[in-house]
């Protein structure tokens, strides 16, 4: 018989968990520490995100559930009041620039009134291509993949994979041209 599988393996895993388990708030917590750390100085990128590439730069104030799960390319820029939450991986490849204000939400609640009212949630992966623009108050929606050189108008909502080269724009994200 396997043994029961921790909240934080089901997170990781993408599968329904209870971000109030013990082990996740310490995670948090530490979490919050290194922001504080970091949001008051800017050379501690390293001690917490998953991998961070040559030139990368992220402005203060920054937000993020976990830190580890933050995987950011080089070159990459995300401008003041980036939130990440990162309960499953985020993934940003080289040269990408953010805008301020930008949302990234890999975290996600079930669609079933009784599984919420148990406090689960889960997550599903973001990832983001080389060479992508996401415009100011942007906000990424769970399980979102952008392709390669991607252009993200500025306030849009992306509900769906946006493909390499696209250029979208608009509540929801709709392609402009290709």
């Known amino acids: 018989m396997t043994a029961p599988r921790s909240e934080k393996q089901k997170m990781l895993a993408g599968e329904l968990y209870i971000a109030s388990d013990p082990e996740l708030q310490r995670d948090m917590a530490q979490c919050a520490a290194w922001l504080g750390r970091y ?21 203060a104030p ?3 559930d976990y830190g580890y799960n933050i995987f950011l390319g080089d070159n990459v ?12 991986p985020v ?8 805008g301020p204000g930008v949302q990234i939400l890999a975290a996600d609640h079930p669609r079933d009134p009784d ?3 148990k406090m689960l949630e889960y997550g599903r992966p ?4 080389k060479n992508v623009w996401i415009g100011g108050g942007a906000i990424i929606l769970p399980g979102i993949t952008i392709g390669n050189d991607a252009i993200i108008g500025a306030g849009s909502v992306v509900t769906r994979d946006v493909a390499a080269g696209a250029t979208v ?3 929801p994200a709709r392609p402009l041209r290709s």
């Open 39 to 59: 949001n008051n100085h800017d050379g501690v990128l390293h001690d917490r995100l998953g991998a961070v590439g040559q030139n990368t730069t992220i402005r």
């Open 62 to 64: 920054f937000h993020c």
């Open 77 to 88: 820029f995300l401008n003041f009041g980036c939130i990440i939450l990162d309960v499953v």
């Open 91 to 98: 993934r940003i490849g080289h040269g990408t620039q953010i």
């Open 115 to 117: 599984q919420r009212r």
């Open 126 to 129: 973001i990832t983001i291509g």
């Open 169 to 171: 724009a608009g509540n």
